[in-house]
Structures are given as structure tokens and as C-alpha cells.
């Protein structure tokens, strides 16, 4: 089954919103059976998602970011605990907007990534070069840097459950995808990187997915390579109808792939 994560990022700002699109999204997804969806939306309307897609359903629910310690003195933070107790499965983690806007680290997205692990949240940690960077053909150092140090400490057996998102930053928002061809050479760099860092079974297990300017008009043009197994979608995810379609693509051109 394919793996399909809606990362609403900081969107929609009214509950009221929130609240209209989840239940768009229900009527439509609510019983999907050939594809695994995530809904991620920002932290404080996760219980309304939860309540409205019921916790016993096939939509499964992620949080953006989580704090790396489960509890305490930590003002603002949201504990990885905390989103595991009221239903949360997934965690996103080093997205390119919190390492570019709020000076995420490598270590500090490790630290976060083993919380999210100890509790028993599933982390997408995402990985991806500049556009700079990639022209200056750093991208595998880049993401070789990402994992090592985003993995370091983790185990081989939690390191095949984890998923990785392939976003490079330069395609995110920027209505201009990477190509697919690109994504698989970057997708087969991530998997050798992987086979270093732990052995060739766990690159072959790892699940990635690929986000960037993914909608409802390309989509067709991504879904056939059995490389990846799903996508990551921002703005795209804001529209109900926009999403579906996109589900239905990849489900139909995909009934293949395995998660
Ligand atoms: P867009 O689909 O809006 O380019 O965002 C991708 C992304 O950042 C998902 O995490």
C-alpha cells in the first residue's frame, strides 16, 4: 500500500477551517482501503481530526514536530508522550522549514527522533539539499550528513521502521517538483546511505517517500516507480477535493506497492 502524508504545516487558522476540511476529507477517505493516509495538521487541531476520522479507522494521525523529552520544564514544547496518549501514530521530523526557520540541528532532530521512537511514535524524518547545494553537487554529502547524524544511536530494527522523506528544500512550495528520474537517484543514494550506516536488508526495509510541489495535475507523472513508497504533500493537502484526487492517482497506479 502506498503511503500518503498531508502535512497541513501551519494551515488551516481557524478551527472552524480545520474542522470543514477534516470532514471533507472524512466523506471521502474515511474508508480508504489501498493506501495508508497520514493527516498531519498543526498540533492543536489534532483531537478535533481524531474525533471527527474516529481512532479506530483507516486515517492514521501525526503530529509536525515533537519536544525530545517527555516531560518538565520546557514552555511551549509539546511532548512526544503526550501526542502518543491522545492517538497520535506519526511524528514529522526535520522538516526544512523548522531546520531554516527555528535553527533545528542534526542533534537536536536525533534528540527528537529517539523520543518519538521510546514512546512509540513512527518519525518521517526529512532530508534534502538546497538549491545551492545541489548545484554545487553536495546533495549526497548533504544527505549523508542528514542521516548520519539524524540516525545516530538509532538501532537497525527501528531504523527499518522509520520513514524517510526526500524533500528537497528547493522543490518544496515551489509549484516546480523534482524530477522523478532525480528522485530515484537521490532516493538510491538515500538507500546506499542507509546500507552504510547499517546493512543492505535495512536500506532494502526503510520506506521513502518524496515531497515538493506534489499536486493533483502531476501526480500521475510520480506514482509508477516502485522505488518510492508514497508522498509527502503540503499545499496540495489544504483542498479536499485536490488531496482525493491525488489519493486516487497514486491508488490506482500503484495497487503494487508495499507499506
Ligand atoms: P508542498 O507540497 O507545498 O511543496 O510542501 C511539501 C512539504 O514540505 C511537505 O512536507
Redesign the pocket.
Known sequence: MPLIIA?LKCNPSTLREARRLFISLKKGLGNIRKAQVVVCPPFLYIPELIKIFGRAGKIKFGAQDCFWEKEGAFTGEVSPLSLKSIGVSFVILG?SERRINFAESDEMINKKLKAALSVGLLPILCVGETKKERREGRTFQVLKKELRVGLKGVSAKNASKIILAY?PIW???SGKPCELNEIIVEVLSIRKIIAALYRKKVAREVKVVY????DAENISKYSTDSNLQGF?????SLNSREFMKIVGTIVKKNSDFNF
Open positions: 502535512n522538516h524533500e522543490a518544496i512550495g515531497g515538493g510541489s506534489i509527502l504533500i503540503g499545499g496540495a
